[in-house]
């Protein structure tokens, strides 16, 4: 079978063809409908600094966010049959560290990434492991179901700040596609305003569209953040989801006193920041997620979708074959959004 591989550290990947895999004891096999790229799959073509830092375990098949059917399942798998339609969460958690049996697996000390320390979904098959399975509604499409592991992020963020966003000042850095999904959750959760800061006019453009006001990168980002929120001093929630170095300070600049930062985006460089101004005596909470809670943000997530009230289809901008995964990896940077494989397409 066809399948994208990550063989050696370096530059590159390879179009390969490969065995079809068998399933271990616990195992299930995906017949693959759509895997989607994000900004990794990037870093992990490069080969830059932050791609090194996962250790991947080479060689290996790329992609970790996809969604399919199920062929074939393990001796051990009692829970899932073929036919079955499932998403796939991309953190394997161990279930025995003391984050896994404390309700924080998604922080687990042994966590292994699909596509990167196991075989992922840029193939036209995969066989994985059940526990990271998620079965779909049938509300679901398959092609929606592979953009649930990046969407997670998203809905993560918003509950790490205790889902206060509701008729709340929201700003959030960076309109990729975690970025612009936490624009459509606030706008949903009833966010009073959602300012964006976005240097892609394409993009700012479907923030816009989602009812955000969006501006390119600015050092006047606070002063316009406290004229509109007059005697708050600033918003009250911001996200940063670019992982570009030297935003934040102008980030806490823009936020009340009180108010809540959550990163997302993982900065190449450690930043700088003021303690003592902005956490100590501005009282700002600052918190980071890391994937998806397992497995409440899905459930949240699938709940929203299923219940109507949350539609990502807009999110795919382009659908290209497994042949063209380094076209697809070029698109990433340009105007698109979500891009696509599609094993069935040739
Ligand atoms: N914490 C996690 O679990 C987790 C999971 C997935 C991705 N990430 C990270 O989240 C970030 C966003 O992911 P994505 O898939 O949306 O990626 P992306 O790279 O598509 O989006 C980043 C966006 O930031 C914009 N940007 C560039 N410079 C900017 C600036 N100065 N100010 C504001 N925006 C700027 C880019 O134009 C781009 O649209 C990335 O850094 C990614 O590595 C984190
Ligand atoms: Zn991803
Ligand atoms: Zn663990």
Same mark, same amino acid.
């Given at each position: ?58 060689? &290996?098949?790329?992609? +970790? ?23 796939? $969460? ?15 697996? +998604? ?9 990167? +320390? ?24 398959? $092609? ?10 998203? &809905? ?8 206060? =966003? ?5 700003? =959030? ?58 005697? /708050? ?32 985006? +993982? ?25 998806? /809670? ?24 382009? /659908? ?5 995964? $380094? ?20």
């Amino acid at each position: 079978m066809k399948a994208i591989v990550k063989s050696a550290a370096g530059k590159g990947i390879e179009v390969q063809d490969i065995p079809v895999p068998t399933p271990g004891p616990n195992d299930v096999v995906v017949d693959v409908a759509a895997a989607s790229l994000c900004g990794t799959d990037r870093e992990l073509y490069e080969w830059t600094p932050a791609a090194q830092a996962f250790g991947l375990t080479l060689p &290996v098949v790329l992609g +970790h966010e996809g969604a399919g059917t199920v062929t074939q399942v393990g001796a051990d798998v009692t829970d899932l049959a073929p036919g079955d339609r499932v998403a796939l $969460e991309s953190h394997l958690a161990c279930g025995r560290c003391y984050p896994c049996r404390t309700g924080n697996a +998604h922080t687990c000390d042994n966590t292994k990434i699909l596509g990167m +320390h196991f075989d992922g979904v840029f193939a036209e098959t995969v066989a994985v492991p059940r526990e990271i399975c998620v079965r779909l509604p049938d509300s679901v499409s398959l $092609e929606t179901g592979a953009l649930l592991e990046s969407a997670g992020v998203g &809905v993560h963020a918003i509950q790490r700040t205790g889902h206060a =966003v509701a008729g709340r000042t929201v700003l =959030v850095n960076g309109c990729g596609p975690i970025g612009l999904v936490i624009i459509q959750l606030s706008m949903l959760m009833g966010a009073a305003h959602v300012v964006a800061v976005e240097p892609n006019p394409f993009r700012r453009q479907l923030a816009e569209e989602l009812g955000a006001r969006a501006i390119p990168p600015t050092a006047e980002l606070p002063q316009l953040c406290r004229e509109l929120t007059g005697a /708050r001093g600033g918003f009250d929630v911001a996200f940063e989801v670019s992982g570009v170095n030297g935003v934040l300070s102008g980030l806490f600049e823009s936020l009340r006193r009180e108010a809540t930062l959550v990163t997302i985006g +993982h900065p190449g460089v450690q930043p700088t920041v003021d303690v003592a101004a902005y956490i100590n005596k501005k009282g700002i909470t600052w918190r980071g997620i890391f994937g998806r /809670r397992l497995w409440d943000t899905w459930e949240d997530l699938l709940l929203l979708i299923d219940s109507g009230r949350l539609n990502l289809d807009w999110l795919v901008t382009h /659908r290209l074959s497994l042949d063209s995964a $380094e076209e697809a990896i070029g698109l990433l940077t340009g105007d698109a959004n979500k891009v696509l494989l599609v094993p069935g397409l040739r």
